[in-house]
């Protein structure tokens, strides 16, 4: 370690010897006494990663800024997990079976079922979204975060792979 990351070192130690507990009682304001520790774990986490960035004789108020932005965080982030797990428990209602699939007979649901299972996270991502979401190469390219042509080759890798899976299903071993 160089002198100056010893210098640095010590002046964060000093950092969070003398803002803590002004840290922790701001945050046991604003949150559950089980994630204290964790927000201030962030917080100072943020504070030695932009140590070199926190204004001289500001540090106080740069902490309490941290510590909110890490709130924010935590509590957007607990807010999609709830609204994941409301659309979730919806599905728990419904037939897992497409209605459409309905008039298919069970051993061939089963081969569907078991082919799908055999791929990639990826390509089941990509399958589903296309066939049961109905999503166009565009919606697709931009719910997975990658371009309309990666999206459309990617597609139809996925399709070629499950067609495969489903086949190795349906034919038994020719050996």
Known sequence: MTTEGSSNEGAFVALYSQHYRAL???????????????VLADTFAVAWRRFAHIPAGMERAWLFGVVKNVLHSRHRASRRIDALHTRLSAFETLNPIDPGMQSVPIDTREQLGGAFNTLSDADRDILVLAAWFDMSGPQLALALGISTNAATVRLHRARTRFDRALRAWTQPDQT
């Open 24 to 38: 922790h009682d701001y945050a046991s304001l604003r949150c559950p006494a089980a994630d204290i520790d964790d």
